[in-house]
């Protein structure tokens, strides 16, 4: 089993519409769960981060956490062609500096 | 806030040549991580610096991989004798100090090798 696991898509989403990212950990001890988005060719870009179980807002991205079910994802709302690229989602654990990502799911945007 | 700088972004070169990257953190930020990406892939973790000191290294960095980060600041990775499997986006990230700070990603350095 992968430490960190997200459906590589690609997942296509109308204009407008809301996309669903899903990311699963396998270790219990994760303590933090990153969003970054990554453009093709491009370097990954700090999207959202959340530590607590809930929901966490900023603007139109939602990021939501559930430790019991190790289950973290990201809601994009009026999704833009702008917002086609791959997601990534990342873990790490209590006093462990790195990064597990898992290999991230394409997101297109359907004009 | 100029952001992560990598430098150079793209590297070429033949097999079994030595080859030298480098990283300039965010200036307030004293983690610096150096991670490979390959296609398809999400980035690997091949190690960390708190300030000067190497906190923790993969089992990915073979002894022909090496990092340094002599005053706190800038970090070099050097990839000694080059294999084609070497082939790939080499990542710099920092952060801040504090525990679990969100990495902040430069924009790499791309190695590909003939």
């Known amino acids: 089993q992968k430490e960190v696991e997200q459906n590589s898509g690609p997942l296509s989403v109308p204009e407008g519409a809301i996309a669903s990212l899903n990311c699963t950990y396998s270790d219990r001890g994760s303590q933090s769960f990153f969003w970054y988005r990554q453009y093709s060719g491009k370097s990954p870009e700090l999207i959202m981060f959340?530590?607590?179980?809930g929901d966490k807002e900023d603007g139109r991205f939602t990021a939501q956490l559930n430790k019991a079910s190790q289950y973290v994802s990201l809601l994009i709302r009026d999704s833009q062609p702008s917002d086609s690229a791959t997601y990534l989602c990342a873990v790490n654990n209590f006093g462990n500096e790195k990064l597990t990502f898992g290999t991230g799911t394409r997101l297109t945007i359907i004009p | 806030d100029t952001g992560v700088s990598q430098n150079p972004r793209h590297k070429i070169t033949k097999r079994g040549q030595n080859v030298t990257f480098r990283c300039d953190p965010i200036?307030?930020?004293?983690?610096l991580y150096w991670y490979r990406q390959t296609l398809g892939q999400g980035p690997e973790f091949l190690t960390y610096?708190?300030?000067?000191?190497?906190?923790?290294k993969s089992r990915l960095l073979s002894d022909r991989f090496s990092a340094e980060r002599p005053k706190g600041s800038f970090s070099t990775l050097e990839i000694q004798r080059t294999e084609q499997g070497d082939s790939a986006m080499y990542l710099c990230?920092?952060?801040?100090?504090?525990?679990?700070?969100?990495?902040?990603f430069g924009d790499g350095t791309r190695l590909s090798i003939l």
């Open positions: 200036s307030e930020h004293n983690r």
């Open positions: 610096f708190q300030n000067e000191a190497q906190l923790e």
């Open positions: 959340i530590y607590s179980n």
């Open positions: 990230a920092s952060s801040l100090g504090s525990v679990n700070q969100p990495q902040h």
